[in-house]
């Protein structure tokens, strides 16, 4: 199994670049998360694991650490530029040693993202494949590359920053470049001349396992494999967090505590050690409603989007009233109050913070 460690650069106190209201470790973070979920979805044969799943700070010296002890096998660090105002277009960084399989990852993941980019705008410049000392690409004990997307303080670079459009195709080939390189194997890539074949992938009758490699076999502390990842994925599909490690098909203490949270929720027994029982209760979980957006991560006062909107629109669909601003995608005082009402009425912990318990509540 090959391992894929994706480093979105910057976080929390640490914004990064900054221009035209946007900050580079929001960005970042975004082109990150839909890399990772876009291999998930499309690839077999790796293991994604990321330095951060969410707004906090984590140093160079950690997410190297990090790389390293796990193992991987390539190191994606990503970033977006600023200098002046007046500078744009996209770059790549390998180190200064130039070392083999970085400059092969680089030959591919350059001009893939580049010609991209070009889809949406063929003005927007090649800065060139460089090589740096960067701390990400010193200390790493594997492939590693650094890629710049664009300067968030130019004006057009900035608009195409802003469109999800323009951020979803280029964590797309940030993932499409990376699975060339590894050689990685397309999901249901198999035979496909089934014309002859019975299998029920478009069946309309009987029931799809959400499971395709755990069978409920216990899973205890540094096993990993497979039905880990699975097992990782069914909890985070449900809106339980893995904001350190991510999904990375390695059972750990995040993992258990996330088990352990379900387990509680579900009301079966609580050990944090998955099992058949486990097993069975995610099977068997079922949710109402879906959010597009919002993925489960706490939602603070003045923090506004699509997700927000999400939730907003959730709440009034559930009867509880916005009636002074309506669903403006904004959390303020009144929405806060609905927050507040709904998780009195869930019977959870009630402070009117949108987060991963009010979302699993709201799901079902």
């Keep these: 199994m090959q391992r894929i460690y994706i480093d979105p650069g910057h976080g929390g106190s640490d914004t990064g670049a900054t221009g035209n209201g946007l900050y580079e470790k929001d960005i970042v973070l975004d082109i990150g998360y839909q890399m990772s979920v876009y291999l998930r979805d499309n690839y077999e044969g790796m293991y994604r694991r990321m330095s951060r799943t969410d707004d906090t700070f984590v140093s160079l010296q950690a997410r190297t650490d990090d790389a390293n ?3 991987a096998d390539v190191f994606i660090s990503i970033h977006a530029n600023a200098l002046d105002g007046s500078a744009r277009g996209f770059e790549t960084y390998i180190h200064t040693s130039n070392p083999d399989g970085a400059s092969d990852l680089q030959s591919v993941m350059h001009p893939q993202i580049l010609d991209e980019m070009h889809a949406f705008d063929s003005g927007i410049p090649d800065r060139g494949a460089q090589t740096a000392n960067f701390h990400v690409l010193r200390e790493t004990q594997m492939t590693a590359i650094l890629t710049e997307n664009l300067f968030i303080d130019h004006a057009d670079d900035a608009a195409l920053l802003q469109d999800p459009d323009f951020i979803t195709a ?3 080939a940030h ?4 699975a060339e390189y590894l050689n990685l194997t397309p999901i249901g890539n198999g035979d496909d001349n089934d014309e002859d074949d019975d299998s029920d992938d478009n069946d309309d009758g009987g029931e799809s396992s959400t499971f395709q490699h755990w069978d409920g076999s216990v899973i205890r502390n540094g096993d990993q494999g497979n039905p880990v990842e699975e097992l990782q994925q069914r909890l985070v599909d ?3 967090t893995l904001p350190r490690f991510g999904i990375d098909g390695m059972f750990g203490s ?5 088990v352990r949270a379900f387990q509680q929720e579900a009301g079966i027994g609580v050990d944090g050690i998955p099992g058949p029982e486990t097993h069975e209760a995610l099977e068997n979980y079922t949710t ?3 959010f597009q957006h919002w993925d489960g991560s706490i939602i603070r006062n003045g923090d506004q989007g699509q997700h927000m909107e999400e939730l907003q629109q959730r709440l009034v669909d559930l ?6 601003f309506g669903i403006d995608g904004i959390l303020g005082s009144e929405t806060a109050d609905a927050v507040r009402a709904f998780q009195q009425d869930a019977s959870i912990g009630v402070d009117g913070i949108p987060g991963p318990e009010t979302y699993r509540a709201l799901r079902r």
């Design 238 to 240: 449900l809106g339980y």
């Design 69 to 71: 002890n796990w193992g």
């Design 254 to 258: 995040e993992t258990a505590s996330a």
């Design 319 to 324: 009867g509880y009233s916005l009636s002074q």
């Design 175 to 178: 993932a499409e470049s990376v």
């Design 288 to 290: 109402t409603f879906a």
């Design 170 to 172: 280029v964590a797309i």
